[in-house]
């Protein structure tokens, strides 16, 4: 088991246990020197299981042989599970190498150096924990839907060469793991109109990928959970509909019929539902004046900075206070220029969007000018 020393593992094995095994072996960089890693494998021993934590980098291929080699003249290997995960966000265009392969390495390098280890072994599983960014994308976190779409990749080669190999496309798990343990990254993925799911339901996930392999098994090499067309609805709608929510996948082409399921559960007065006449660009088109049309575009910001930071759409003033002082730390940031550029394709610096000067109505008319309008008509 790689990178299952924290609350998904202790979940997991626990699971596990209830349903007959008795042995495990962990391979982390840092060993039991985290005290919930230490915790979690002293809990698994007073339960009468057998433990052994290898301090290894599970990229380092030779490193992850001699693990393999080790555990085989022991006992045989039964099953793996590589959960290995690094988080390392941030915009690609400015995105060094290091940043990049940060959230690429361990999973990448640990499926191959694990597929390569492990051979031709016969297998009850080898599941990947991959992740719905890997099938909708997720802004800022480039590096870790690639890291992801290769484990996609890794569990269909595998299947070719009639090894067990599966794909588990996790979403949001809401009381155990990393995004239980942070808040900013929940509420960030809950602005996307995204859901999540609790611990019972992420570990009828792993229960089915421990059944992809064998005669019974399908042929998919992929579980793919957080899709479901009722609970993204009613997420996009706690999110304030789709105009406001950062729904940034549902024109995807490739989702279509995702979009039109959820659309069907709209209501003709749902929040989720598009009202043509009271649109953005409708509104704008029909200002009667140039300072209309920047109250607009200003009106339009406060409602999308209301969603991002949880806060009254009246708080905001169009003028004296920064918009950074609103609370946009580097994380909204970023999600905020995202969003700049998809509405208005105004490209604004990093620095210049936190900047102590930059009023609400600054940004609304430097939004306008990117827009092609013209503020100088009366």
């Known amino acids: 088991m790689v990178g299952c020393l924290g609350g998904l593992g202790r979940s997991l094995t626990e699971f596990m246990m209830e349903h007959g095994a008795k042995s495990f072996a962990f391979m982390s960089r840092s060993g039991l020197d985290n005290p919930e890693a230490a915790h979690t494998v002293q809990r698994l021993r007073d339960a009468g299981a057998t433990c052994v934590v290898f301090r290894a980098d599970a990229s380092d291929e030779e490193t992850v042989q001699r693990v393999v080699s080790d555990l085989q003249a022991v006992q045989p290997i039964r099953g793996v599970i590589h959960a290995a995960m690094v988080l390392s966000d941030g915009m690609l265009a400015t995105m060094d190498s ?20 492990l051979g031709t072994l016969d297998l009850d599983f080898f599941i990947m924990t991959s992740s719905i960014s890997a099938v909708l994308g997720n802004i800022g976190q480039s590096n ?9 990749a890794m569990a269909k080669h595998r299947n070719q060469q009639g090894l067990a190999g599966v794909s588990l496309v996790l979403l949001m798990v809401l009381d155990v793991g990393v995004v239980a343990e942070n808040d900013a990254i929940e509420s960030s993925l809950m602005r996307k109109g995204l859901y999540g799911i609790d611990e019972a339901e992420m570990l009828r996930g792993f229960e089915a990928a421990m059944h992809q392999h064998g005669p019974l098994a399908s042929s998919s090499s992929q579980i793919l959970m957080g899709m479901d067309s009722h609970d993204l609805a009613e997420s996009i709608r706690s999110a304030g509909g789709v105009d406001r929510a950062d729904v940034y996948w549902y024109s995807d082409a490739r989702f279509c019929h995702v979009r039109t399921a959820i659309e069907n559960d709209f209501s003709s007065t749902a929040l989720g539902g598009r009202n043509a006449e009271e649109t953005f660009m409708v509104a704008l088109q029909s200002a009667p004046d140039a300072s209309a049309a920047l109250e607009t575009i200003a009106r339009h910001i406060f409602k999308r900075v209301a969603v991002i930071l949880m806060i009254p759409e009246d708080n905001f003033e169009p003028e004296g206070r920064s918009v950074a002082s609103y609370g946009l730390d580097s994380m909204i940031g970023t999600e905020m220029r995202t969003w700049l550029f998809k509405e208005f394709t105004l490209d604004i610096p990093f620095q210049e969007l936190l900047a102590p000067t930059l009023t609400m109505l600054e940004l609304a008319a430097r939004s306008a000018q990117a827009l092609g309008v013209d503020l100088d008509s009366s």
């Open 144 to 152: 870790y839907s690639a890291a992801n779409s290769f484990l996609d």
């Open 98 to 117: 290091p940043s990049f392969n940060k959230a690429v390495v361990p999973k990448v390098k640990g499926a191959i150096a694990l597929h390569k280890a």
